[in-house]
């Protein structure tokens, strides 16, 4: 592995980060690939990367920008004036520039648009139209494109010229701009250079539209092992390209930000962000978290007088509202993985809620039982042991049929389910939970000791 | 858009399948492109499955494997026998062959591959014996490469020969199969065709091992924009290649493994599986978890006598309890994240920790003064009040320690974080929010009316 070197000048940048020798540091990375400063300076504290990018060589910037998460960049460029903005932002590609743009305040975002050039300015604006989450909102405006009756031959001749800044693939065009077929570079090496593109492109190309979201996307990409997949506009006129590596980028911010919702976090609440800033995006969710406790905790102060009596139904009762929010936390997974991954549509919202509320009531019966063994075996108590046992059951069911239900009403809606369900359902599980086995106690309480 | 006619194609397919015309639906499939097929066929029950694989031709099956997720794959053929699955997988590429064995029972495995001829069978042995989840898991053998000193216009010949199987990266390799450089198609239309290959190739290419795991090398492909990656022995000679569209699969895969795994699911546990199977993978984690449940409900019965005096305090302990786990799941989900991503290693965790605990004592703080000052509103008990909140600050303090030292110290043991977490940091949150709360209230009982 050749990497030993670049490992080596990552070391001692941190250290002398340490030292805050920043001339030093922009030197040590100086030889390095964009990538690897582009992660080097994700993971320096904001003041430091602020300090850096002032020494580093402003030629090479804009290919360090290129890798570094769009939020980051946003951050780092914040305090400078729009003109130095712009400056900084000309040699990045439009699509990250856009994305730039969106993780910067509305009124910076402006002063930067007006800081560019005329032409840039109009393509920056046409990009931030979309709607983030929309192809349009990560496409590649202005791809390479060719007309169809080119030869083989002109059609090298015009890549040669291109040289590094050819693309991976040519779209061919008929004279309007219409999206005609598509052409790789082993199919131009391989051809005959008297024949015409539309002989020898792959013709009637998938493609997708602007307005479609990302995940369509890269279902597209994945579904066909594309490397680019062309963006049209209602009339099939070619517009721009969707890379595979930014849906890559996409994919894995996507799965962070399912596994983020479900927890109640913001996507920009990392490991080491600034404690104020964690603290500020959490406690939203936990305040409403709070309120769903309050809530709960009134099921039990409805039977308080029965706590009163019988002490020992406190100590069991936190088993039956966990046991069913666990079961709850399992069927949502399944159901909201679905959904995304489209496995599941609402209209098969039905037979999906029965499965779950099958499979949990089976569940329940066997933790049920264990449960009510359990409790039998340590208080000698049948009466209780029942209504434990029988409590569980009840939850199990309950959790399996909102755990199903809820995140698909709330599709249905055309809500997140991620974003919300795990609350709702944990509610309904924990106040069920306390409420039957307090209930069925109560009912049951002339067998109580 | 030219996707129309597809979509009619297979509405029509869905009905007929639902009159069991199965080779009215295998007609309707035939236009269709192999990863539509596959599509269409990963949704429907494994019965129909099975039947509709019957009376697919064949020849066109191995394209149609290739694009269905494996473990799809091998429960389709489960039921034939091992020289029919040999045969079916005989044109599937060697990578998706061992993922599809890998999904097999090891019986069955080893039976199909001896019904294989003796080359695949040790290609496959060789695939098989890197575990799941490193790069030897995934990577594709026997990748193209050219020697060094060919010249651009004899690779050029090569490739054309190769045809339709050319790839889109040509590996340069040296007299002993070391890899030394790399060359896109690109490279070689635009050279001179008398120039040596070692001459206009990029040098010292960036490459992985096959002992890695997958999420390095999808690290690297995403942080340098690849569409392959080459693997190389310890001797740097070339092996085998990772392509990006085996990556956006695995990628697709692993996010969902990680929400499945915070969640004590297992990744073959599907929205429509039956209920049996899943009621099989939900069992053992639930039962783990009762077990954890009643850890805590032991807790509470050492303050049984506590509770017996003022049954109030069974009200307001789910509450502490509750709000320790929803901030853990928080914590846990920030730091395993990181874990997944590359951002946090093992010996930045005293920082995570420590950032952790101090977020989580902050939160702790707020929402502990809403608690506290709610309780004391409603109850208008000052030290029931004061107790709730203390209780409160302290369980979320434990929340945001236990919640980053957990999966750490997982990691470090190399126990997957995102499988074990959960169930330890809620048994602590649990526990702690109930004995801390109660035993407060024991210390401070001569307050509480």
């Known amino acids: 592995m050749p990497r030993t070197k670049e490992k080596l000048?990552?070391?001692s940048a941190r250290r002398m980060l340490h030292h805050r020798a920043y001339g030093r540091v922009a030197n040590l990375l100086a030889p390095l690939h964009p990538a690897e400063v582009a992660e080097f300076l994700s993971r320096v504290p904001l003041d430091d990367r602020r300090r850096l990018v002032a020494v580093i060589p402003p030629a090479r910037l804009p290919a360090v920008f290129a890798e570094m998460p769009a939020p980051a960049v946003a951050d780092t460029i914040a305090n400078l004036d729009p003109a130095q903005q712009?400056?900084?932002?000309?040699g990045v590609t439009p699509a990250h520039v856009a994305a730039i743009l969106r993780a910067l305040p509305t009124e910076d975002r402006d002063a930067v648009l007006n800081a560019m050039g005329e032409g840039p300015a109009r393509t920056m604006g046409e990009l931030l139209a979309w709607p983030e989450g929309s192809v349009g909102a990560i496409m590649r405006p202005a791809p390479f494109a060719l007309p169809e009756d080119l030869t083989v031959e002109q059609a090298a001749d015009h890549l040669r010229r291109a040289g590094e800044d050819?693309?991976?693939?040519?779209?061919v065009v008929d004279g309007r701009r219409h999206l005609v077929g598509v052409l790789s570079f082993r199919q131009i090496l391989i051809a005959a250079p008297g024949?015409?593109?539309r002989e020898v492109m792959t013709p009637e190309?998938?493609?997708?539209?602007?307005?479609e979201p990302q995940e369509e996307a890269a279902a597209l990409i994945s579904r066909y092992d594309f490397i680019a997949l062309p963006v049209v506009d209602?009339?099939?006129r070619l517009l721009a390209v969707v890379a595979v590596d930014d849906i890559l980028d996409m994919?894995?911010?996507?799965?962070?930000?399912?596994l983020y919702k479900m927890a109640g976090l913001d996507a920009g609440d990392r490991v080491f962000s600034p404690v104020p800033h964690s603290v500020r995006l959490r406690l939203p969710w936990l305040l409403v978290n709070l309120a769903t406790a309050v809530l709960a905790a009134s099921v039990v102060r409805v039977f308080q007088g029965r706590i009163d009596q019988y002490a020992v139904l406190a100590v069991l009762m936190p088993i039956v509202a966990g046991m069913g929010g666990n079961a709850a936390t399992q069927t949502l997974t399944v159901i909201i993985r679905g959904l995304t991954l489209g496995e599941l549509t609402v209209r098969e919202g039905v037979r999906a809620a029965l499965k779950e509320s099958t499979t949990n009531l089976a569940l329940g019966l066997v933790l049920g039982l264990f449960a009510a063994g359990g409790a039998w075996l340590f208080f000698r108590q049948p009466a209780l042991a029942g209504v434990l046992g029988a409590a569980m059951v009840a939850n199990m069911f309950v959790a399996g049929l909102s755990g199903a239900a809820v995140p698909l009403a709330l599709r249905a809606l055309r809500i997140d389910p991620a974003m919300a369900s795990g609350v709702v359902v944990t509610t309904f599980t924990d106040c069920c939970g306390f409420g039957v086995f307090l209930g069925l106690a109560t009912v049951f309480s002339r067998y109580l000791v």
């Open 166 to 171: 050819a693309p991976l693939t040519v779209y």
């Open 9 to 11: 000048a990552l070391d």
């Open 86 to 90: 712009a400056a900084l932002l000309a």
């Open 251 to 258: 994919l894995q911010d996507r799965a962070t930000e399912d």
């Open 205 to 211: 190309p998938i493609a997708t539209r602007p307005e």
């Open 195 to 197: 024949r015409r593109l």
């Open 234 to 236: 209602e009339d099939n």
